[in-house]
């Protein structure tokens, strides 16, 4: 079996914060965080991060750490860990008026996953993730009635039937199909032309891991695949997405394609990933932050 010591970093992954989970249960310990002058919030506009842009020097942009008096006391505001000894927070930004108040610009939440550093793209899925779920559920699913943030953003509790309710991580497959030297990769719809990547779906209840990757090859491609090989994942906060990459050995090369789902399936080489890959393919890839890039290269690599 190939083990994969050098698995390339992808995008929203290389966090370095420690989440501190005790102190969310900590009230005091939390009003005692907000209030250190080395406290600091990142404000996400809609969900999508400000920070200071890069400069001319080749500074990559940054995450525009505001502080505690930047921030409007009614702000929704979670706990997303420890940077050493300093607490950092992240904040919606209730109005247009709070980030041009306190400077910086809005960046595309995709975007913030290629261009910042992998520690604060980390921080950004984080808080994504957390903030648009207390955003989408402010009533309790049990009973109805209005829902209060709990334990520092890691929960909220209703006022009514007192039922506590967690953020959800969706976990999605995705996947290559591999045999005798090829790959296989396809076109969804609504891709850019000439765009091809690993295919892709949502492990729905009652399935394991492998059964997800078998069951979606299938549907989506007519392919039966025998061994399942966990590569890597990826946090992916649109809204909450994990990615979880694997190749799958298929028992033949015949495909039938799921119209819907797919515009085009194929087998490719490992050259012909390689030269993808460089940007100098007949066929586009997904770029680096993408774990279909990742999942393209480790199989391209393997000797
Ligand atoms: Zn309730």
Request: net charge negative.
């Amino acid at each position: 079996m190939t083990i994969f010591h050098d698995v390339p970093v992808t995008g929203f992954t290389g966090g370095r914060l420690d989440r501190a989970d005790e102190l969310r249960r900590d009230p005091a310990a939390l009003i005692a965080l907000r209030a250190r002058a080395d406290a600091r919030w990142l404000v996400l506009d809609k969900l999508n991060p400000v920070v200071r842009p890069g400069n001319k020097e080749g500074d990559p942009p940054g995450i525009l750490w505001a502080y505690r008096s930047d921030v409007p006391h009614d702000a929704l505001s979670i706990f997303v860990g420890m940077d050493g000894e300093a607490p950092r927070f992240a904040a919606a930004a209730p109005s247009d008026e709070l980030v041009s108040d306190f400077g910086g610009q809005v960046l595309d939440a995709r975007a913030a996953g290629a261009l910042l550093p992998a520690p604060e793209a980390a921080i950004v899925a984080q808080a994504r993730s957390i903030i648009d779920w207390h955003q989408r559920h402010g009533f309790c699913a049990v009973c109805g009635a209005p829902t209060q943030l709990a334990k520092a953003g890691y929960a909220r509790q209703c006022s009514g039937c007192k039922a506590e309710h967690f953020p959800r991580v969706d976990p999605v497959v995705i996947m290559l199909a591999v045999k005798d030297g090829h790959a296989l990769v396809g076109r969804q719809p609504r891709f850019p032309r000439r765009f091809l990547s690993a295919l892709a779906g949502f492990v729905e209840p009652g399935e394991s891991l492998e059964e997800a990757v078998r069951r979606e090859l299938w549907e989506e491609a007519g392919i039966t695949t025998s061994r399942v090989r966990y590569l890597a994942s990826q946090p992916w906060p649109f809204p909450s997405s994990l990615m979880i990459a694997a190749f799958a050995e298929a028992q033949g090369f015949d495909v039938r394609l799921d119209e819907e789902e797919l515009e085009e399936v194929r087998w490719v080489t490992k050259d012909e990933v390689r030269a993808a890959l460089a940007g100098a393919g007949d066929w586009l890839a997904p770029p680096p932050m993408a774990i279909a890039h990742t999942l393209l290269k480790c199989w391209a690599d393997e000797p």
